[in-house]
């Protein structure tokens, strides 16, 4: 991979892991994720009025997505409404690059080579072991809803990283499917808030604008780095790189809300590092 898209995707992921962590702060976890979105939409505004409407194949991916992009939503903030940032992204995140290859490799034809194969399955292993929590002398089990709801939001991950991923590559730049796509989904998620907690949203985007802006910004730019290297780079290879990101969510839970820290998430950090390196001579 080349050394300016893999220092670009590692930027997303501490974006990503930023925006993420606000869904832990202050607000309830789906209203937060609707208003971020919403959000979204807001800050590429200005920048659609300079761009072209994405090529006619792309319509179809841009459908596929906001679909996928729903069911991402909602199983994200149910993760966080029962388990904690530093158990729930981890889970999230480090299933996705797993799901992600495979798809790739069976739907896109991109092969990953030993190199690659190895590079993914270290980093969503030191991903997943970053999940785990000591209780006493034991490790503390796993809550059940909140795994469930992180399986789907890794699945739906896997889904719509290929399908944007693929998208994206149709016509000459990326920009038209990046900025109709936060467009797109920003009103989307602004509808859905709406309809299902009117006066969350309300109250929501008058107490924490700012919060909300930032995120939005956040996220915008992580994703945004995320499809465009997509379009230069093996689709699995991006999607594994960006969640390098659940090593920023860890740091965060750990400094400001105050999560545990403990030996096996320094030992499963490492084997995360090792994975990047994999994936960088890749």
Known sequence: ???????????????????????????????????????????????????????????????????????????????YRFGDLSQVYPI???????????????????????????????????????????????LQAFQGRSVAFALLTALSIAAYTIVDGTGARIGPSPAPYIIWLFL???VMMLI???????????????????????????????YAIAIWAMTVAPIALVAALRETSVLFASLIGIVFLREPVYALRIIAGCIVVIGIVLLRLR
């Open 92 to 138: 999230a995140r480090g299933s996705a690059p797993l799901m992600t290859a495979l798809g790739a490799s069976f739907w896109l034809g991109e092969p990953l080579g030993l190199t690659g194969w190895l590079g993914v399955i270290l980093l969503g292993t030191g991903i997943i072991a970053l999940s785990l929590r000591p209780r006493g002398s034991k």
């Open 1 to 79: 991979m080349d050394a300016f898209v893999f220092f670009a995707v590692l930027a997303a992921a501490a974006f990503h892991a930023g925006w993420n962590a606000l869904l832990k702060v202050k607000l309830e976890p789906l209203t937060t994720v609707s208003l971020i979105s919403a959000a979204c939409g807001v800050v590429v505004l200005p920048v659609a009025f300079f761009v072209d409407l994405p090529e006619l194949g792309a319509w179809p991916y841009l459908g596929m997505s906001l679909a996928l992009h729903l069911v991402y939503y909602i199983a994200l903030a149910e993760a």
């Open 184 to 186: 797109l989904d920003g």
């Open 192 to 222: 859905f808030g709406m309809i299902r907690m009117p006066s969350a949203m309300i109250e929501g985007a008058k107490s924490s604008w700012k919060l909300v802006l930032a995120g939005g910004a956040l996220s915008t730019a992580a």
